[in-house]
């Protein structure tokens, strides 16, 4: 639900991408309620998409059983819940990500542990 401010703002936001030692990026796996939320990461814009999901995604998806099943050929990707078609090869900047973007992946024929969402 969109929050309004009934008035401006009179200080700086504590957020900004220069207060964090890299960019924050969200990162959502689709009916795996084992992860109520999206991960939170600091990731460089250098770092290529690829690498996200080779170096980045086991050390926080690597322990659910569906992970090891992963068809990655085969995963539709979101970024603020509109069809994302990332670049592999591309940095994540390359794939215009910025800082507090939400990307979320899903897997086909992948929905938990024993198809529960969880």
Same mark, same amino acid.
């Given at each position: ?45 250098? #770092?290529p998409f @690829?690498?996200? =999901?080779?170096?980045?995604? *086991? $050390?926080?998806? +690597?322990?659910h059983p569906?992970? %090891? ?27 215009? #990500?910025?800082? @507090?973007?939400? =990307?979320?992946?899903?897997? *086909? $024929?992948?929905? +938990?542990?024993?198809?529960?969402? %969880?």
């Open positions: 639900m969109p929050v309004k401010a009934v008035k401006p703002y009179s200080f700086p936001a504590k957020d900004t991408v220069d207060k964090f030692p890299a960019p924050l990026l969200y990162i959502g796996w689709d009916e795996h309620l084992m992860f109520c939320a999206p991960h939170c990461i600091p990731v460089p814009p250098t #770092l @690829k690498a996200l =999901i080779s170096d980045i995604l *086991p $050390g926080i998806y +690597g322990y569906d992970f %090891s099943q992963i068809d990655w050929s085969r995963v539709t990707w979101l970024k603020s819940g509109k069809p994302f078609h990332p670049d592999m090869e591309k940095s994540v900047a390359e794939n215009g #990500l910025k800082h @507090k973007d939400v =990307i979320r992946f899903c897997t *086909p $024929g992948l929905r +938990g542990i024993k198809g529960s969402c %969880s």
